[in-house]
T-cell receptor
Framework: GQQLNQSPQSMFIQEGEDVSMNCTSSSIFNTWLWYKQDPGEGPVLLIALYKAGELTSNGRLTAQFGITRKDSFLNISASIPSDVGIYFCAGLSGNQFYFGTGTSLTVIP | GAVVSQHPSWVICKSGTSVKIECRSLDFQATTMFWYRQFPKQSLMLMATSNEGSKATYEQGVEKDKFLINHASLTLSTLTVTSAHPEDSSFYIC???????????FGQGTRLTVV
């Protein structure tokens, strides 16, 4: 199935730094979702976006639905050690969710 | 928020045996459930989509006779790995969607090790 391109693939940052990652697709989506996966666990939904241009926050996380509807961005401000994990974007098209390749985040205390 | 419970969280089985994994939506009716396989440090690979009361739709390359999916009720879907082999060892995750909701919620995943 279709897979979304997510970048960067991995990030190593100092605690307190801000993080940005993005997700791009060749297709248009009407819904973008961002998930976080801890090791050995299933992904947990962080933010859902429903409208082009929409900017939504969840605590220190902010995500944006790109105007072209082919991309989305996730920012994490003032990172902390528990932000460590793999972040996945997902686009919804019809009855199907398409997932990004993932961004692995390591936060150095 | 919506809760999806997957069981067991890990299982070790002998080669040639079958293993059943359950996925339950605890506080909503899951009209659609998805089964994924995930290899280490990789993204989620969709195996099949199941709608309650109908046959699952398998992705290309996924053997339907090997990975049996049953979605008999609006709160339960099962994945049975039949005649498991070591190459079937992986992390299997389910997710569930209510109606035409634009969100899907994941189970905790099942680590399958075939020895």
């Amino acid at each position: 199935g279709q897979q979304l391109n997510q970048s960067p693939q991995s990030m190593f940052i100092q605690e307190g730094e801000d993080v940005s990652m993005n997700c791009t697709s060749s297709s248009i989506f009407n819904t973008w979702l961002w998930y976080k996966q801890d090791p050995g666990e299933g992904p947990v939904l962080l933010i859902a976006l429903y409208k082009a241009g929409e900017l939504t926050s969840n605590g220190r996380l902010t995500a944006q639905f790109g105007i072209t509807r082919k991309d989305s961005f996730l920012n994490i401000s003032a990172s902390i050690p528990s932000d460590v994990g793999i972040y996945f974007c997902a686009g919804l098209s019809g009855n199907q969710f398409y997932f990004g390749t993932g961004t692995s985040l390591t936060v150095i205390p | 928020g919506a809760v999806v419970s997957q069981h067991p969280s890990w299982v070790i089985c002998k080669s040639g045996t079958s293993v059943k994994i359950e996925c339950r939506s605890l506080d909503f009716q899951a009209t659609t459930m998805f089964w994924y396989r995930q290899f280490p440090k990789q993204s989620l690979m969709l195996m099949a989509t199941s709608n309650e009361g109908s046959k699952a739709t398998y992705e290309q390359g996924v053997e339907k006779d090997k990975f049996l999916i049953n979605h008999a009720s609006l709160t339960l879907s099962t994945l049975t790995v039949t005649s498991a082999h070591p190459e079937d060892s992986s992390f299997y995750i389910c997710s569930a969607r209510q109606g035409w909701s634009t969100e899907a919620f994941f189970g905790q995943g099942t680590r399958l090790t075939v020895v």
